[in-house]
């Protein structure tokens, strides 16, 4: 695996949670893989699980990792190129990303969409070029349309928490929020749900549906009660409209997750990415409830990110 920036990546999805799944049981069993190898994460953006549990993923499998925080401790970075750097920008990506390869055997980047010019955050222009500067391996950490580490582990708990046997009723609801959200997160649990054996029901206000490149084969509603019956997984997930790029349409009034509407689920798990505002994207009853999967979740990421890096290193190491 050279790359991991979406569910395009990977050639056997299901192998891929499995792998997961295993190291979940042994998780220091591939030391000997990151011997003498580093792994880079560079963050422009706030981290709380995507930084530890990557970090601690490379750490569990021998490798030293450097961490920084772009925006906060280098240089104001240019990613155009052709201009003319006479202006705040210090240091273009060019030699940015270059000597960063140089130093990182792995590299992984998060970067969010500044949620103003749809074509240019679906171009996904930083993490590519990333991509083609480096030349070494990289990990999304999230960008500006997908998070798939936080999908691969989405779908690891899926599996572990499914009931034998049965194909799963999953709902992905959008749900309230005071600013505008990255479709991140929902566009990329939406693309590896597709992938998955799993009936994907996406429900959303008018007005918030998302691309169809991500959505196509699911079935869209926007009557959330509709969607609920007999759902076996509700993922919570914000996110600001598509069409009206970025824009928030609506207060949300009424699609909050209750104890109340999930009485109309096949007493659903309930799955969220976290960081989550509490009593307004998710009630506190629901949160603090035996239907909450939200920290078994984020642990899975690790594992998650463990088994993503396992494949680059055996690339790596022959």
């Known amino acids: 695996m050279k790359q991991f920036t979406s569910v395009h990546d990977v050639q056997d999805v299901a192998a891929l949670v499995n792998e997961a ?7 220091y069993t591939h030391r000997e893989l990151g011997k003498d190898k580093t792994l880079g994460l560079i963050f422009m953006n706030p981290s709380l699980r995507t930084r530890l549990s990557t970090q601690k993923a490379g750490m569990n499998l021998g490798m030293n990792v ?39 055997d ?22 590519n070029k990333f991509i083609e500067l480096t030349g070494v391996p990289i990990v999304s950490l999230e960008s500006a349309t997908r998070h798939p580490l936080q999908s691969l582990a989405d779908l690891v708990t899926i599996k572990e928490q499914a009931v034998a046997g049965k194909r799963p009723k999953v709902v992905l609801s ?44 699911a079935q869209v509603l926007h009557n959330q009660d509709e969607a609920l019956q007999d759902a076996d ?14 824009q928030v349409l609506t207060d949300g009034e009424g699609w909050m997750i209750t104890n109340e509407k999930l009485a109309q689920t096949n007493n659903a798990k ?40 396992k494949r680059m290193l055996e690339g790596i190491n022959g």
């Open 21 to 27: 799944l295993e190291l979940k049981k042994s998780p």
């Open 66 to 104: 450097m961490v920084m925080n772009l925006d906060k401790e280098g240089w104001a970075l240019e990613t155009q190129d052709g201009v003319i750097m006479d202006g705040t920008t210090v240091e273009h990506i060019r030699e940015a990303a270059a000597v960063m390869g140089q130093y990182c």
């Open 106 to 127: 792995i590299i992984g980047i998060r970067s969010f969409p500044k949620l103003q010019d749809r074509e240019e955050d679906y171009s996904e222009d930083l993490l």
């Open 174 to 217: 959008w749900a309230p929020h005071i600013k505008p959200i990255p479709h991140c997160v929902a566009n990329s649990f939406a693309e590896w749900m597709q992938q998955a054996d799993v009936e994907l029901v996406i429900t959303n206000p008018e007005g918030y549906d998302l691309a169809e490149e991500f959505t196509r084969g």
């Open 233 to 246: 997984f509700v993922y919570v997930k914000n996110w600001s409209s598509y069409e009206q790029y970025g």
């Open 270 to 309: 309930v799955m969220h990415c976290l960081p989550v505002r509490r009593g307004l994207e998710l009630s506190h009853e629901v949160l603090d409830g035996p239907n909450s999967l939200v920290i078994e979740q984020a642990n899975n990421r690790l594992y998650a990110a463990q088994a993503v890096l």
